[in-house]
């Protein structure tokens, strides 16, 4: 009978064992965070975002487990938030607020479950191009990348060529990513590329480390003609030394990086992942030079969707909100 009682003792407590370890697993709650590919701002920024939530973050008696995963940047990741196939993702503000009222590449297609955690950090626009090339005007006849067909940057590229009174079919228009870009430019396959993203941009680190490039100013009358137009986009500067050989500053814009969701996302986590970022913001900065341009204090710029009730009851408690 000892022996019996024993034997049921031990497989009671390994039953209670295996039930708590089953109950622990459930009680995390994941959470994932479309990005860009691995030679932009967005994925290194992404990744210590998600350590930082996984860290930093606590839903009631459940444990938030976020991961960050490559992605096709702005266009793509509003879409991935438009089928619910991801938690959150970093979208360019003009191509957020063109998703959520179905304008530009999203004529007639309004994503309007789109919800906005908060504002992160101005992209700049940089036109890296072979050395030789010191204008815009200087494209002509040459080849260019603009990205993917119907992203944010291949629609501003198409809104630059009009200012400058220049069409698609003034140049020779290449489609490659950041990485694939930097590498053409380095290879002589390619004359220049368009890349917005958080300056330094490790692609162009790594190719002016190893190839004289010019980074092209985008000024002067044709560029505040596209900014009426476009009004997300802000003149801003590039300091010199950004990029190796680069001895001076460049004029160029920038729009602002913005960190967003969709409306089926609980309110508890969308209020603890937007107080894990913006009460965390000295481990990002020390990850990328962008990550210092994130606080609270700008957290609301250029959001011109709505806010997830989530995150808008986080700046309600900071003050943000009255």
């Not at 494209?139 to 119907?150: E, F, I, T, Y």
């Not at 089926?264 to 209020?271: E, N, T």
């Amino acid at each position: 009978m000892k022996k019996s009682l024993k034997r049921l003792l031990v497989s009671a407590a390994l039953t209670t064992g295996l039930a708590a370890s089953a109950a622990q697993a459930q009680e995390r709650v994941f959470f994932g965070i479309a990005t860009g590919g691995t030679g932009g701002t967005y994925y290194p920024l992404g990744g210590m975002l998600a350590q930082v939530i996984s860290n930093n973050s606590q839903l009631a008696d459940k444990k938030l487990s976020a991961t960050a995963e490559t992605g096709n940047a702005s266009v793509a990741n509003a879409g991935l938030l438009g089928r619910g196939s991801i938690e959150s993702a970093f979208v360019a503000a003009d191509v957020l607020d063109a998703a959520y009222k179905g304008k530009n590449q999203f004529k007639n297609k309004p994503i309007t479950n789109l919800r906005a955690l908060g504002a992160l950090y101005p992209e700049t626009v940089q036109l890296v191009a072979q050395p030789d090339i010191g204008k815009f005007e200087d494209l002509k006849g040459l080849s260019v990348s603009s990205g993917s067909p119907g992203s944010g940057q291949w629609q501003l590229l198409g809104g630059l060529l009009s200012s400058y009174g220049m069409t698609r079919d003034d140049i020779s228009e290449d489609y490659s990513s950041f990485s694939q870009s930097a590498d053409k430019i380095k290879d002589g396959n390619l004359d220049a590329s368009l890349i917005t993203a958080g300056s330094p941009t490790a692609s162009l680190v790594e190719l002016s480390n190893g190839h004289d490039i010019s980074i092209v100013p985008l000024n002067g009358p044709a560029v505040d003609k596209l900014l009426k137009k476009q009004p997300y986009y802000a003149k801003t500067v590039l300091p010199a030394g950004t990029y190796k050989g680069m001895d001076k500053d460049v004029e160029t814009i920038a729009v602002r990086a913005i960190w967003a969701t969709h409306a089926d996302l609980s309110d508890d986590v969308a209020y603890a992942v937007t107080k894990a970022l913006y009460e965390n913001t000295d481990t990002l900065a020390k990850v990328h030079v962008k990550g210092k341009e994130i606080s609270l204090e700008t957290a609301l710029e250029s959001v011109s969707i709505p806010l997830h009730p989530g995150a808008e009851r986080y700046y309600r408690e900071k003050g943000l909100i009255k």
